[in-house]
C-alpha cells in the first residue's frame, strides 16, 4: 500500500515561510507525477502545485510566484516552498500521487494569522 506523509507545517505570521515535505514509500517514486492540494476549513480540496517525474512544474494562479515544488528521488520526498504566506493560504495542505486511483496523505495544517 502506498504511504505519503507530510509534515512541515505550522503557524506563521502573514509574510512568512514554510516548507513543507512529503515522504513517499511503497512507490517507484521517480515515475511518478507528484502533487500538493490543500483544503481550507468549509472549502473544498483544491489543487495547488504538480512536479512531473520529468521535473517540469505548474502551479495554481493563487500559488504562481509565491510557492516552489521540488523533488528529491533520492529521498522519495517532493516538497512545497511556501514564501510570502497570507491568511487566505491557510488550509490543510496534502501530498497526492494519482496511480490506479488517488492516494492521499494524511495532511498538515498551515495557518497563517497574526
Known amino acids: 500500500q502506498v504511504q505519503l506523509v507530510e509534515s512541515g507545517g505550522g503557524l506563521v505570521q502573514p509574510g512568512g515561510s514554510l516548507r513543507l515535505s512529503c515522504a513517499a514509500s511503497?512507490?517507484?517514486?521517480?515515475?511518478?507525477?507528484m502533487h500538493w492540494y490543500r483544503q481550507a476549513p468549509g472549502k473544498q480540496r483544491e489543487w495547488v502545485a504538480t512536479?512531473?517525474?520529468?521535473?517540469?512544474?505548474n502551479y495554481a494562479d493563487s500559488t504562481k510566484g509565491r510557492f516552489t515544488i521540488s523533488r528529491d528521488n533520492a529521498k522519495n520526498t517532493v516538497y512545497l516552498q511556501m514564501n510570502s504566506l497570507k491568511p487566505e493560504d491557510t488550509a490543510v495542505y496534502y501530498c497526492?500521487?494519482?496511480?490506479?486511483?488517488?492516494?492521499w496523505g494524511q495532511g498538515t495544517q498551515v495557518t497563517v494569522s497574526s
Open positions: 497526492n500521487v494519482k496511480m490506479n486511483r488517488n492516494f
Open positions: 511503497r512507490i517507484f517514486f521517480s515515475l511518478n507525477n
Open positions: 512536479i512531473t517525474s520529468g521535473g517540469i512544474t
